[in-house]
């Protein structure tokens, strides 16, 4: 079993930079990837970014490559997610997931967090 925890989400202004994260608990991620993904209101679930646990390999979105970047650490158990140069159009909750599948498609991930809320103000 695997408990996922995000925080750091908030209110911004389009422009600024925000990292959100994911706190692990539970069994040993290795072999594990981490994903983060995305829901605006009435709008389906989208994929963001994914990182690979052991060996920190990254993929990301078209609309957040170049200003979005995944990272873990391993001594904190924590993923993160760096925004910057928010736009209004990233307004969403972001969920943290995790699966044993390297894979941008949300179904694939077994475990999954709350979401925290980020909202960019124009």
């Known amino acids: 079993q695997v408990h996922l925890v995000e925080s750091g989400g908030g209110f911004v202004q389009a422009g600024d930079s925000l990292r959100i994260s994911c706190a692990v608990s539970?069994?040993?991620?290795?072999?594990?990837?981490m994903g983060w993904f995305r829901q605006a209101p009435g709008k389906e679930r989208e994929f963001v970014a994914h990182i690979t646990w052991t060996s920190g390999s990254t993929y990301y979105a078209d609309s957040v490559k170049g200003r979005f970047t995944i990272s873990r650490d391993h001594a904190k158990n924590t993923v993160y997610l760096r925004m910057n140069s928010l736009k209004p159009e990233d307004t969403a909750v972001y969920y943290c997931?995790?699966?044993?599948?390297?894979?941008?498609?949300?179904?694939?991930?077994?475990?999954w967090g709350q979401g925290t809320q980020v909202t960019v103000s124009s």
């Open positions: 997931a995790a699966g044993t599948s390297v894979t941008p498609y949300p179904a694939a991930y077994n475990y």
């Open positions: 539970g069994r040993t991620l290795s072999g594990y990837a």
